[in-house]
């Protein structure tokens, strides 16, 4: 369940006497209403949904099957759209979410605006040795003057000198300086935020889990949804040991501290139901979402802020057995399987409607919401759960600034006749259908032309034969009856032509439409690829190039979803957080096309800088062991795995030279040996070859050691 805190001045139901009773069942109505006419509008692409999900898992429409299975055709179905549809979601999430880095992140505005109050409290230590310097020379002069300040003076004198030592270090620079490390706490805290998945023993999706489900949903129906920041009450539970009356001792498991912690969550593109009227997310004016329930779901409600408990178990009484029922598109999921057929009604379960969205104020105070009367007519950014068709059972202000309508959608292709865009599935409609025409035509071909039809004159045969001629086969004896007929005349044997390499022309060219439409078969690892594919270069001129169309999914969602999502973050934290040591004025940075982009351009340009080592004059002004590391950042490998640190490189490269010359003095030791040269010349040799080599190395020879 989601929901976010309910503050006292919004949430809370009305105690005052002198109000008028809640009444919110005008409302209920008129938000019933308001649902109806979402569903209604979106049956249209529940339609186009089903089919995506069809096609994705490899099922033909009823009717078709129903067609093929009359026919006995071939029910045979390429999965194109699933292949297509996994390899740009791998591929996409293997750009968004990179191993090493993130793909987002805090920086401080240019100008950070900052109350003097912060530089102090972080700047402290520069501050007081600031004010210590400043007070010497005041100190030297009064003990010059034998004049001994009492506590009052002391004190002027120290907050003269905190002033102006405050206003010493109180510049741009130390700003900047000050805003950089709390904007890197505040990513740190907000990381960290996005990584815990657990909270009271539920396991919650990490925050690449979640983005890998959106990027799923859009990639096959066209729009994925993420929300959030959602927020919920965490205890941290703990054993502790405790001695009994009689001295056992006993463990039992206590909450050591609750605190409120954001989370988030992806929501599926079936449970969502946005303003018809809007063309793009920035006009919605409400989203309603669907949460199917069960009977202890729905109690467990009266728990949490802001739910009127009455008027829900008022509903739990008058509807025991449960009031869901399947719409038409989740009886058709449920049935997609063509195994299983619940039925409409669900025992025991609930319909639960959640809505985001701007309502006035009146409408809200008649709801229950404490807002002023000379604030009525103002348009409020809100929260309502509904149960059923029209019974409201919370209605509050929204309490985060900032974020009106916490879902973040991300569209595959953007598209402004609609809000629900295409995806893969549905942009390859026609290829799959060619791909499956073309592939059944080949099956059914192939059995056609595996054997002979063979035809008998059922008049020239006896009657024994002709009443089963089902088994015929090669050596069968067949007796006529008819004088005067020849076995052509009563039997014959028809070839049917095998027309399997021309459905496998019409299969590759609907593949290769699929090609341009979508991610091309190389993305996906098939090696069987002509042309400029059948080099590495080639095929990696080719990856390049196919990069160009991820560059626009991965901008489109850092603009649609990690930038408004991250920046609800900082809101969140900067509200409701109880760390004051990472607030301040910060801008939000999604990094995950520049990174994309970035790498491609230094995996380029590395190689070409790395030949300058070649160059004598150029190895002194360049960091070898730096270039590698950029080197390696590109593959995305852990280099402090992978590269030695200076010291072990260092000791690497000493006991290769060691062994080299080692290697080197037993290659002319054998090689003075067999010119005959006694033992005696040959130390001699050795030595004045170990002395040079030394020499060379910029080691002390033993000559000049003993000179010094």
């Not at 994705?56 to 071939?74: D, H, T």
């Not at 022309?505 to 090609?515: E, I, K, R, V, Y």
């Amino acid at each position: 369940m989601s929901m976010l805190p309910a503050i006292p001045a919004s949430g809370a139901l009305q105690s005052d006497p002198q109000r008028p009773p809640i009444d919110r069942g005008a409302l209920g109505q008129q938000l019933g209403q308001e649902l109806k006419g979402a569903q209604n509008a979106r049956s249209l692409y529940e339609l186009r949904w089903l089919d995506d999900l069809r096609q994705y898992k490899g099922f033909y429409p009823p009717a078709v099957a129903e067609q093929l299975r009359r026919n006995k055709r071939s029910q045979v179905y390429y999965r194109l759209t699933t292949n297509k549809v996994n390899t740009m979601v791998a591929r996409l999430m293997d750009l968004l979410f990179p191993q090493r880095s993130k793909n987002w992140s805090i920086s401080p505005t240019p100008d950070p605006m900052l109350p003097p109050d912060i530089i102090a409290e972080d700047m402290a230590d520069e501050i007081n040795a600031a004010m210590l310097r400043a007070l010497e020379p005041v100190m030297q002069d009064l003990g010059a003057r034998r004049i001994v300040p009492d506590m009052l003076a002391m004190q002027k004198l120290q907050a003269n000198a905190y002033q102006q030592a405050l206003a010493e270090i109180d510049t741009p620079e130390t700003r900047q300086r000050v805003a950089v490390a709390r904007a890197k706490r505040m990513e740190s805290l907000i990381d960290d935020q996005l990584k815990e998945c657990n909270a009271n023993g539920q396991r919650r999706p990490a925050w690449a889990q979640n983005s890998r489900s959106v990027v799923h949903d859009a990639c096959l129906y066209g729009m994925g949804v993420l929300k959030g920041p959602l927020v919920e009450k965490v205890q941290t539970k703990r054993y502790t040991c405790q001695k009994g009356t009689l001295g056992q001792l006993t463990w039992r498991e206590e909450i050591f501290s609750e605190d409120m912690r954001p989370y988030h969550e992806a929501v599926s593109i079936w449970d969502v139901f946005p303003d018809p009227d809007a063309r793009n997310p920035g006009e919605l004016r409400f989203v309603w979402q669907s949460h199917l329930m069960t009977d202890k779901d729905v109690i467990a409600l009266k728990s949490f802020p802001g739910f009127d408990s009455g008027t829900i178990e008022t509903y739990l009484r008058d509807h025991e057995d449960g009031d869901a029922t399947l719409a038409s598109w989740e009886s058709q999921l449920r049935t997609l399987d063509q195994e299983r057929n619940g039925g409409d009604s669900l025992k025991k379960r609930y319909r639960v409607w959640e809505r985001w969205g701007f309502l006035t104020g009146k409408e809200l105070y008649d709801a229950g919401a404490e807002i002023p009367e000379a604030r009525h007519a103002e348009v409020y950014s809100s929260n309502v759960w509904m149960i059923g068709e029209d019974t409201i059972i919370k209605a509050m202000v929204n309490p985060l600034e900032g974020v009106d309508i916490p879902y973040y959608w991300y569209p595959y292709e953007r598209d402004d006749s609609t809000f629900w865009p295409e995806g893969i599935a549905s942009l390859l409609r026609s290829p799959q259908a060619g791909i499956n025409a073309s592939v059944r035509a080949m099956q059914d071909n192939a059995g056609l032309s595996s054997g002979p039809f063979l035809a008998f004159n059922m008049q020239a045969l006896c009657a024994e034969d002709a009443a089963d001629l089902s088994g015929a086969m090669a050596r069968k004896m067949l007796r006529f009856e008819r004088s005067g007929v020849t076995l052509p005349q009563a039997f014959q044997a028809v070839n049917i032509p095998s027309c399997i390499q021309e459905n496998l022309t019409l299969q590759q060219f609907w593949a290769n439409g699929a090609d341009e439409i979508s991610t091309p078969r190389f993305n996906a690892g098939d090696g069987n690829v002509k042309g400029a594919g059948s080099t590495a270069s080639g095929l990696s001129m080719l990856m390049g190039a196919s990069n160009i169309l991820l560059k626009d999914h991965v901008k489109d969602f850092d603009d649609h979803v990690v930038a408004p999502f991250i920046r609800a973050m900082y809101q969140w934290n900067m509200q409701w957080s109880p760390r004051e040591d990472c607030k301040g004025d910060f801008e939000v940075v999604a990094t995950g096309s520049q990174s994309l982009i970035a790498k491609e351009v230094r995996a380029q340009q590395v190689p070409g800088i790395m030949s300058y080592l070649s160059n004598p004059a150029f190895v002194p002004h360049i960091d070898a062991r730096g270039l590698l590391e950029v080197a390696f950042e590109q593959t995305d490998l852990p280099v402090e795995r992978i590269l030695y640190t200076p010291e072990e490189a260092a000791r690497h490269q000493r006991e290769q030279q060691a062994q080299a010359a080692q290697a080197n003095v037993q290659a002319l030791v054998q090689e003075l040996q067999a010119q005959g040269m006694p033992p005696e010349q040959i130390q001699q040799q050795l030595v004045m070859v170990l002395g040079q080599m030394q020499g060379q190395a910029g080691l002390p020879t033993p000559q000049t050691e003993a000179r010094q």
